[in-house]
Nanobody, 121 residues
Framework: QVQLMESGGGLVQPGESLRLSCAAS????????MGWYRQAPGKERELVAV???????NYADSVKGRFTISRDNAKKTVTLQMNSLKPEDTAVYYC???????????????WGQGTQVTVSS
């Protein structure tokens, strides 16, 4: 069984920063791409940033230049540094990872439980 555990959400004012972290645990053979998605009330879940196992990154246009995604393969963690936060960044942020497990040696998509980020003055 695999778990993705997120931490770091909270309430901040516009212009401030937050750091989200996600740790994978369980019977993991390999982790391929890891990423962060978000879902605001009344909207569909959208990709925020993704990082491959080789550390290539891709960002949503709305966060380019403000957010930075990174990973530590040894610790099985992915981090999202969010700077210059705006009210429109308010959403539940979800960690996502493509993981091959010892259970069936097949790659599957896993999600964290989500962490709330609220940007408000």
């Amino acid at each position: 069984q695999v778990q993705l555990m997120e931490s770091g959400g909270g309430l901040v004012q516009p212009g401030e920063s937050l750091r989200l972290s996600c740790a994978a645990s369980g019977s993991i053979v390999r982790i391929n791409a890891m990423g962060w998605y978000r879902q605001a009330p009344g909207k569909e879940r959208e990709l925020v940033a993704v990082i491959t196992s080789a550390s290539s990154t891709n960002y949503a246009d709305s966060v380019k230049g403000r957010f930075t995604i990174s990973r530590d393969n040894a610790k099985k963690t992915v981090t999202l540094q969010m700077n210059s936060l705006k009210p429109e960044d308010t959403a539940v942020y979800y960690c996502n990872a493509a993981i091959t497990t010892l259970i069936d040696w097949r790659e599957s998509n896993y999600w964290g439980q989500g962490t709330q980020v609220t940007v408000s003055s």
